[in-house]
Nanobody, 115 residues
Framework: QVQVVESGGGLVQAGGSLRLSCVASGSIFSINAMNWYRQAPGKQREFVAGISRGASTSYADSVKGRFSISRDTAKNTVYLQMNSLKPEDTAVYYC?????????WGQGTQVTVSS
């Protein structure tokens, strides 16, 4: 079993920055990748960024150049640095852990960007 907890959301003005954190605990040795997704009201959940076991990263086109994903292996933590935030980035952000046993999700953290 893997527990996933996100933090760091909040209210920020357009152009501002936030850093989200995702801590994985439990059976962490078989984690293959950790991703960030987001879901805005009335929209489907969408991929934002991901980092693999080998530290390869990938980003949605909508966030390239503004968001950066990184990890601290010693702390079992993945970060999402979000810069130049836009009102359309407003959503609940979810951390997703891809494990040998399946996929695990956190409860989400709200990010609200005011114009």
């Amino acid at each position: 079993q893997v527990q996933v907890v996100e933090s760091g959301g909040g209210l920020v003005q357009a152009g501002g920055s936030l850093r989200l954190s995702c801590v994985a605990s439990g059976s962490i040795f078989s984690i293959n990748a950790m991703n960030w997704y987001r879901q805005a009201p009335g929209k489907q959940r969408e991929f934002v960024a991901g980092i693999s076991r080998g530290a390869s990263t990938s980003y949605a086109d909508s966030v390239k150049g503004r968001f950066s994903i990184s990890r601290d292996t010693a702390k079992n933590t993945v970060y999402l640095q979000m810069n130049s935030l836009k009102p359309e980035d407003t959503a609940v952000y979810y951390c997703n852990v891809i494990h040998n046993w399946g996929a695990y999700w956190g409860q989400g953290t709200q990010v609200t960007v005011s114009s």
